[in-house]
């Protein structure tokens, strides 16, 4: 079949809520994809952000094909040998306590809500209690992660969300507290807003939302869904900042590219919180994706990836530098590690340039509106960087 077939074949029958790109991928190596024409494709963006270690990694493919010759699914009525071994290392490398397996990062967002509201509830012995979230920031497109998630046309044709929900300036302390009541139970934020535009926190932000939630006993929640799993230079991002969270959200590049998510939660809240009969999934934490969360963990560990980032970041960043240089609506960037974002002026659409970039063989994504979102694998090279250079300045020179 041709591109065209498959696309035609796809609309017939998909329910249109993406505006995909006219390009059908048939396989990945390396750092590259590949169409059904046999088209190559420098990837930047990594399947937004999952595919930490490429495509074809042998190891990774392994441990998978074991897996699935032996169980791949149980549900979480019973115990299973990758179950114990991801749980295990996930909260050796997060240094969090305790683990709930999911199946995506917005349920990872739902379960985080639910532990908070729980912990409040066992405290006070009253329900009601309230979240502060951030403004532009992104949590996830179910009811309760919309309802955190600072975007108001995300929210707007889903109207009423769930109550107790207030919103808050990132990186503006004072906004925070002035949000803050006796209902206050949690206060939610991303560590680097990633759709939101590629904003990372301040320092001192993060250690008065810490200081604060220490004095009134509100649980702080750390959304790494996208930007942790070694993408800034470490296995989470939080743990640059030296501030440690409460609870704490994971998914994207925590299975390599199968469908999985997590939140952690610290000994004090788990004891106080979650019990028999709270929360449950049927699929979360099943042999399959529990066997690519520990191979994953293994493979940040032994290819040294959060290192590689940290090394290989001031590369990327020259090259960011040199284009805002040489293009006048190139106005900056902005990001930590291998998140990165270009500010393009308003006057030029984001989609304009994707389209290009696709053109040229290059698979970036857009941010906040004006930003040109880099999420490469965490395998990405001085070559993969300069072929990215070559490739952008080619779109780059031909915008209007």
């Given amino acids: 079949m041709t591109q065209t077939e498959y696309i035609n074949q796809a609309e017939e029958h998909l329910l249109h809520v993406y505006n995909r790109f006219p390009v059908v991928f048939d396989y990945g190596k390396g750092v590259h994809l590949y169409d059904t024409d046999g088209k190559e494709y420098l990837d930047f963006a990594s399947g937004i952000g999952v595919m930490a270690f490429g495509y074809g990694n042998p190891e990774y493919e392994l441990a998978l094909q074991k897996q699935i010759q032996k169980l791949t699914h149980t549900s979480n009525l019973y115990y299973h040998p990758p179950l114990a071994e991801a749980g295990e290392k996930l909260c050796k490398v997060s240094k969090m306590d305790k683990v709930f397996f999911t199946n995506s990062g917005a349920e990872a967002i739902e379960g985080a809500i639910k532990v908070a509201k729980k912990y409040a509830y066992l405290r006070d012995g009253f329900a009601g209690h309230e979240v502060i979230a951030m403004d532009h920031s992104f949590h996830g497109r179910t009811v309760g992660a919309l309802s955190v998630t600072g975007t108001n046309h995300y929210r707007e044709p889903f109207y009423p969300l769930m109550d107790g929900v207030k919103f808050a300036t990132f990186n503006d302390l004072d906004s925070v507290k002035q949000q803050v009541t006796d209902k206050t139970c949690a206060i939610l934020c991303e560590t680097l807003q990633g759709e939101g535009g590629i904003y990372p926190a301040t320092q001192e932000f993060l250690e008065g939302l810490r200081s604060l939630c220490d004095e009134k006993d509100i649980l702080l929640i750390f959304d790494e869904i996208q930007c942790g799993m070694g993408r800034c230079g470490a296995m989470f991002t939080w743990q640059l900042y030296g501030v ?44 399959l994706v529990c066997a690519a969360v520990a191979k994953s963990i293994d493979l940040m560990e032994s290819m040294k990836l959060p290192e590689h980032v940290q090394e290989l970041t001031p590369y990327f960043e020259e090259k960011l530098q040199r284009l805002t240089q040489d293009y006048e609506f190139v106005l900056g960037y902005r990001g930590m590690g291998f998140m990165q974002g270009l500010l393009i002026d308003e006057h030029i659409p984001v989609g304009q340039i994707l389209t290009k970039a696709l053109d040229e063989g290059l ?5 906040g509106g004006n930003v040109l979102r880099m999420l490469p694998p965490l395998i990405m090279d001085e070559a993969g960087f300069d072929e990215m250079e070559v490739r952008l300045r080619r779109v780059l020179d031909v915008i209007e």
């Avoid at 969270?245 to 590219?257: R, S, W």
């Avoid at 199968?258 to 004891?271: H, I, R, S, Y």
């Avoid at 698979?363 to 941010?367: F, Q």
């Fill in 244 to 287: 440690k969270p409460d609870i704490m959200t994971t998914a994207k590049a925590l299975g390599g590219g199968v469908p999985v998510g997590a939140f952690l939660v610290t000994d004090n809240v788990a004891k106080a919180s979650l019990v028999p009969g709270d929360h449950g999934t049927t699929y979360g934490g099943n042999p």
């Fill in 363 to 367: 698979i970036v994504l857009s941010a």
